[in-house]
């Protein structure tokens, strides 16, 4: 049975979800969109007891501060580093995101990304559209298998990937923050050592503070000139500048990215390059992994009401 109009509590949609998700929600909450103006324009501030975002557009300190009666932040996503955790600890909201369900298919677009780029997949497609197959031919194209492979981050996303790659008979190896001590791939000590070894730099680090410009220019030129480099993680990951500059002047061979600075209005100069295969931020976009992650949002605020553990924490409330 839903509750009654007045007893939902009043929940902040700063980011949409599927209908699927929406109509059970509805059922028990009532469900705010965000104005495009933001906060200032909401006549229900006051009363917003939670809020769910997408990694991507997260919650500022501006936005957690102008909602007195927030206690919870649910991020429809794996990857919290737009959510402002200072400001949300400061005022007492606890913050979930959707760990796990996602790490098969973030995983699956950075091997589809590297497959696409090597084998030149979309020139090929769009040959073929043209009519133009019997007049041109493609290039040869790069192999996986018998490659290098250095994954920045091995996290949970960067271990899924390092396993998928072990089946195309490449050689692994990572940088992490911390040792991976049960790990058997060969570590290297920083970002720059292992793009100098390696032949495809997959990132699949967290992004946040700690991490931006991991992935700088040094590292880059240090892939070489028939380097790959595929991004799953977050734009912010990568000296852009210097990808871009990289992809110009031909200092690496290419790179596959589904992640960029400044999503969806991403740097013109991607558009206009010959060696990018760029993907709109879809590695966790398949139906079955939307479904699991928006049951985990709806778990996260049914606990929360209901003054349950948080299936999946980030930051607890302390008082
Ligand atoms: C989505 C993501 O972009 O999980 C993340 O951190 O980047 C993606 O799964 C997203 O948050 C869904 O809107």
Known sequence: MSATRSSRPKVLMVSSMPEW????MREAYDLIDLPADGPSGL???????????????GADAALIEALPALALITVYGVGYDK?????ASRCNVAVTNTPDVLTNDVADMALALTLALSRRIVDGDTLVRSGAWSEKSMPL?????????GIVGLGRIGEAIANRF???????????????????WRAFPTPATLAAWADILVVAVAGGNDTVGLVNAETIVALGRDGLLINISRGTTIDEAAL?????????????????????????????????VL???????????????????????AAHFAGETLPTTVLHRHR
Not at 43 to 57: P, R
């Open 21 to 24: 998700d929406l109509a059970p």
């Open 43 to 57: 006549a229900s501030a006051a009363d917003i007891a939670a809020l769910v975002t997408s990694g991507g557009k």
């Open 83 to 87: 959510v402002d955790l200072d400001a």
């Open 141 to 149: 194209t790069g192999s996986i298998s018998g490659r290098k492979i």
């Open 166 to 184: 072990v089946g195309f008979d490449t050689e692994i190896g990572y940088w992490n923050r911390s040792p991976k001590p049960l790990s058997s």
């Open 244 to 276: 871009i500059a990289a992809l110009e002047s031909g200092t690496i061979a290419g790179a596959g990215l589904d992640v960029f600075l400044n999503e969806p209005a991403i740097d013109r100069r991607f558009l206009s390059l010959g060696n990018v």
């Open 279 to 301: 993907s709109p931020h879809q590695g966790s976009a398949t139906v079955a992994t939307r479904r699991a992650m928006g049951e985990l949002v709806r778990a996260n605020l």
